[in-house]
């Protein structure tokens, strides 16, 4: 269970040592390290491993800064945690677990762009999140028509699964051919989430 929790956005956290067991007449040492919990060094906080040296009678405080990494990816409800521990050889063995709180949004996802295809070709929409996830999410992609007509394009469901990390994905909707003489017609699409977490919003229109 962790001890404290720091948000993502802190910058920074300090932490205070004191002097080790030990003779007071010779030098020891505290050899901490800040690793891995469910947070990874180097992606959520630099960890690092850092030896503190007192000389004979000298009983001062010494302090540890470790740097918390403020990202733009949605890591979910739950707080990240990284551990601090020290090398016992030398010392009293202590373990003590933190948190790190995210804080970006849940991601939402929306159609940027549906641009113009010839009939029988394939229509394409972009779709975007706003922001990275830890996990996977899965959108479906429903069209219906607004000036077209069923038989004018495939209106099947598009399914689409945006990786962690990912922030873009194009969805080709096929277009069918017929030998009709007729204006521009019009289908729009719109977004629901059935994989993760995000929101959709809003919808677009194709031309075909």
Not at 26 to 40: D, L, N, Y
Not at 108 to 135: D, K, Q
Request: hydrophobic share 35%; proline share 8%.
């Amino acid at each position: 269970m962790p001890v404290a929790t720091f948000s993502e956005g802190v910058g920074s956290v300090s932490f205070s040592f004191g002097r080790p067991p030990g003779p007071t007449n010779q030098t020891v040492w505290r050899t901490i390290t800040f690793g891995s919990g469910s947070a990874i060094s180097g992606l959520d906080f630099n960890g690092y491993t850092q030896t503190l040296f007192w000389g004979p009678n000298q009983f001062f405080t010494q302090s540890l800064s470790l740097p918390i990494i403020d990202d733009n990816v949605y890591e979910g409800p739950n707080a990240e945690t990284f551990i601090l521990t020290n090398d016992p050889s030398h010392d009293f063995a202590f373990t003590v677990e933190y948190a790190i709180e995210d804080n970006d949004p849940v991601p939402t996802v929306r159609i940027a762009s549906a641009g113009t295809a010839t009939e029988g070709e394939a229509a394409l929409f972009t779709l975007v999140l706003s922001n990275p996830s830890y996990e996977a999410i899965t959108v479906r992609l429903d069209t219906f028509g607004t000036d077209a007509e069923p038989g004018d394009w495939e209106n099947a469901p598009q399914f689409v699964t945006f990786a962690p990390g990912e922030t873009q994905k194009i969805v080709e909707v096929d277009t069918l051919q017929d030998l009709i003489n007729e204006p521009d017609e019009h289908f729009a699409g719109t977004l629901s989430v059935v994989g993760g977490t995000a929101i959709p919003i809003g919808s677009s229109t194709n031309i075909a």
